[in-house]
């Protein structure tokens, strides 16, 4: 069974930092580019970056560009997500998503979903 | 950047009813369309693929349509289970965007 487990979700300080994990398992992870969505409480869905199967094109919405980097370890099926200078928009739920096959494809599977707080 | 547009963003059904939500793309995304259930406190779930795809697993009474700029997903018998929020989401170009979403709501 194909499957996403997220952690390193917590309650941070504005200007602070944090490390998204999302361990995957059940499926050939170098074989898929891999996405983080985020959803603000009682909000809509909004997609934050992408990484190709390989690792070696990324993608980032413009809210995050500069401040967060996506990252993966086929050695450890793991895909990672560093929040640099976190601001209080960033409060959500950070989800990390497999695409079906390629970057400009559906997201198939979906983490339960980490929880990031940004507030002094 | 594609802007989603979903419409309605709520409505209320009974169940047995038959149930269509549109998104609108501000410009052509071609069949670059994906459809996602999410049900409160879960993460989203993946409907239908390429506007018309039924994904794997996914109740025949669900189907997509539409190509360019207009897409529909249609349920054709409403259940219990089906009352959740729907979103939309195009994969023509970065940035992925998704629409505002549709909840849908027991009358």
């Known amino acids: 069974e194909m499957q996403l487990l997220e952690s390193g979700g917590g309650l941070v300080q504005p200007g602070g930092s944090l490390r998204l994990s999302c361990a995957a398992s059940?499926?050939?992870?170098?074989?898929?580019?891999m996405s983080w969505v985020r959803q603000a409480p009682g909000k809509g869905l909004e997609w934050v970056s992408s990484?190709?199967?390989?690792?070696?094109?990324?993608y980032y919405a413009d809210s995050v560009k500069g401040r967060f980097t996506i990252s993966r370890d086929s050695s450890k099926n793991t895909l990672y997500l560093q929040m640099n200078s976190l601001r209080a928009e960033d409060t959500a739920v950070y989800y990390c998503?497999?695409?079906?096959?390629?970057?400009?494809?559906?997201?198939?599977?979906w983490g339960q979903g980490t929880m990031v707080t940004v507030s002094s | 950047d594609i802007q989603m547009t979903q419409s309605p963003s709520s409505l209320s059904a009974s169940v047995g009813d038959r149930v269509t939500i549109t998104c609108r793309a501000s410009?052509?995304?071609?069949?670059?369309l994906n459809w996602y259930q999410q049900r409160p406190g879960k993460a989203p779930k993946l409907l239908i693929y390429d506007a018309s795809r039924l994904q794997g697993g996914v109740p025949s009474r669900f189907s997509g349509s539409g190509s360019g700029t207009d897409f529909t997903v249609t349920i054709s018998s409403l259940q219990p289970e089906d009352f959740a929020t729907y979103y939309c989401q195009q994969s023509y170009s970065t940035p992925l965007t998704f629409g505002g979403g549709t909840k849908v709501e027991i009358k």
């Open positions: 990484i190709s199967g390989s690792g070696g094109s990324t």
């Open positions: 998503a497999k695409a079906s096959h390629l970057v400009y494809d559906a997201f198939d599977i």
């Open positions: 059940g499926f050939t992870f170098s074989s898929y580019a």
């Open positions: 410009q052509s995304i071609r069949s670059y």
